[in-house]
């Protein structure tokens, strides 16, 4: 879970933002990966606290 106050000093370091700006942003983000459609889902939101990506991860090497 990453929280509400990290994420805005993460993505908007030494400025001012809304919690309403990244609400808006974060529904950005959800409607770019098609969170909810066809059932998968990427972001949840943990009330009052922030958001959590919930999806599979896997890594791949790359062959140099």
Not at 26 to 47: F, H, K
Not at 56 to 64: A, I, M, N, Q
């Amino acid at each position: 879970m990453v929280g509400k106050e990290q994420l805005i000093a993460r993505a908007w370091p030494q400025t001012f933002v809304e919690e309403s700006n990244l609400k808006i942003q974060v529904s950005a983000l959800r409607r770019a990966l098609g969170d909810g459609q066809g059932g998968n889902r990427y972001v949840i939101t943990v009330p009052g606290r922030g958001y959590n990506f919930v999806a599979s991860v896997r890594r791949e090497e790359t062959l140099r």
